[in-house]
């Protein structure tokens, strides 16, 4: 692929990039060829984008062929949709709307509500003075648009500065881990010289968050389609591989099958968020459940207060599940800490629920677990928290699988090498169940170190107690689009006889019932009350 692209490099003469226009990488390799131009792809963060860059503009045919009247039906109810949901989340109907994409039916959808609207094309907007438009706005959206602007997050920055300090931005956009791109591959039709950049969930939220953005709800733009407005979509599409044929025979089909709407395997993503505040320094937050942990918290304790991250403040959060050990009076000790902050529950209700008191406090940027068990190694900090803070990841997990012929043995008891044996092969298989149902390749998401930004967890709840929710965070954290990045860590087991407190046969079927509930569950608090 490397060598197509480099026979075609003098057909795209423009700005090449060096770095990668998100985390600064270097480590750029070419992917293939669209359009005689070489899309390159950053094997840190995973943007891929035109590279060189075109100097003309690309012809764009959205919204340029006159739409049948089901296919303009189709096309208002989703853009009603769009505008409907920018309300929900912004919580106001009035003021001025910026709107970045030409679309006429969002247009109309925005002004039937009460907004008043300002649209600008891509071009347009990044080209004109921020002077020049009518500031300050309400509310945003960004529709199909920042892939085709020459600086993202120059027009990200630009947009936070245009927005009121409590208004709200909507960016709908192609996104490279979408079920139609991993369907179509470099067929995908998103893949052309109208759009210079092709985005995952992770490089636009890593946009965004460092344009100064935050809360994010995201979700999959699932839109109504019927075969009308397919027919309208495909003919702007040069492409002629097997999939499009059959997809263009399908569309001369009779006309009440051409006018029925439908959803379809999704291209696009949603993401909803606001202006924040730009932290000058970053925060590690360290959550830290103990419930009879006497042996070993003094030990861990004076370690993580000894522990420093170059550029990174941290904070450390203790939840005491009123241990019967004496762990209660250790961690009293440290509560006059300038640096710890302490949570003392008056019952044990599980590390679940210990966690998630936790969570409810945290101020950082970044939070990690840490269990006060000392099987997990605190020098391991700054390699999980790097790929975070360099823009690279928003979800980290320590993996003790390490790479090796016998990594699956991770526990090793040496007072009981048999119960060691079964909580490996126990490990073996609710690996292979999690990653067959949610489709994933992970060897250790339900490992303690799981490492995010705090904003991940915006519009997600969380209901379990025990070590199931070792398994709800991920399955939640993956549904919302996160893809996690797996790093070895050190790891030291203990058994049950040395404190380890997993049940051989009461957790594991907690662990099954999370596996299959929060498959289908809503994601996101608003949609249970709905």
């Not at 409907?84 to 910026?98: C, F, N, R, V």
């Not at 092709?198 to 965004?208: A, R």
């Not at 839109?223 to 979509?233: A, D, F, G, I």
């Not at 999939?243 to 009440?256: G, I, N």
């Amino acid at each position: 692929m490397a060598s197509a692209a480099i026979r075609h490099r003098r057909a795209a003469v423009g700005r090449t990039f060096q770095q990668c226009p998100i985390c600064q990488s270097t480590y750029l390799e070419y992917e293939f060829v669209v359009d005689k131009s070489p899309v390159c792809g950053c094997q840190d963060c995973g943007l891929a984008f035109l590279n060189p860059q075109p100097l003309e503009e690309a012809p764009d045919a959205s919204g340029s062929q006159t739409l049948s009247d089901s296919a303009l039906r189709v096309h208002e109810t989703n853009a009603a949709e769009r505008i409907d949901e920018l309300i929900a989340y912004s919580g106001t109907h009035q003021g001025p709307i910026l709107l970045i994409g030409s679309d006429a039916q969002l247009v109309a959808a925005a002004r039937e509500r009460g907004f008043t609207v300002h649209c600008f094309t891509p071009a347009e907007f990044e080209s004109k003075p921020v002077e020049d438009l009518p500031v300050p706005f309400q509310a945003c959206l960004l529709f199909c648009s920042l892939e085709k602007v020459r600086d993202p997050l120059g027009t990200l920055k630009k947009v936070r500065y245009v927005l009121r300090s409590n208004g709200s931005l909507m960016v709908v956009s192609p996104t490279t881990d979408s079920s139609a791109a991993k369907r179509f591959g470099s067929s995908w039709w998103v893949f052309s010289r109208s759009n210079l950049f092709y985005f995952s969930v992770d490089t636009l939220q890593n946009l965004l968050i460092k344009a100064g953005f935050g809360d994010p709800l995201i979700s999959p733009d699932r839109s109504l389609v019927s075969l009308n407005y397919l027919r309208h979509r495909l003919d702007e599409s040069p492409r002629k591989s097997w999939r499009y044929r059959w997809m263009r025979r399908a569309t001369s089909l009779s006309p009440v099958l051409r006018d029925q709407a439908f959803r379809i395997p999704y291209a696009r993503t949603r993401i909803l968020v606001r202006p924040k505040p730009i932290p000058a320094k970053p925060v590690l937050s360290v959550i830290v459940p103990v419930y009879n942990e006497a042996p070993t918290f003094v030990e861990l304790i004076e370690e993580l207060l000894a522990k420093t991250i170059e550029g990174v403040d941290i904070e450390i959060i203790i939840i005491e599940s009123n241990s019967s050990d004496g762990s209660r009076d250790l961690v009293l000790r440290y509560q006059a800490h300038p640096r710890v902050r302490v949570i003392l529950e008056d019952k044990p209700r599980g590390k679940g629920h210990a966690v998630r008191a936790g969570l409810k406090i945290a101020q950082g940027d970044v939070i990690l677990f840490q269990d006060a068990d000392l099987e997990y190694d605190l020098n391991d900090y700054d390699a999980l928290i790097a790929p975070i803070l360099q823009y690279r990841n928003n979800f980290v997990l320590g993996s003790r699988h390490n790479a090796g012929r016998n990594n699956w043995k991770i526990r090793k008891f040496e007072d009981s090498p048999g119960l060691a044996t079964f909580f490996n092969f126990g490990h073996l298989l609710f690996l292979t169940i999690f990653n067959t149902l949610y489709s994933q390749r992970l060897s250790d998401p339900f490992t303690m170190f799981k490492v995010f930004r705090r904003e991940c967890l915006y519009g997600l709840s969380f209901e379990t107690n025990r070590f199931d929710f070792d398994y709800e965070i991920v399955i939640k954290l993956l549904r919302k689009g996160y893809k996690p990045l797996e790093l070895p860590v050190n790891y030291t087991s203990r058994s049950i006889s040395e404190g380890k407190k997993v049940t051989m046969f009461g957790d594991p079927i907690t662990w099954i019932r999370a596996m299959l509930k929060f498959r289908n569950t809503p994601l996101y608090e608003q949609d249970r009350s709905a």
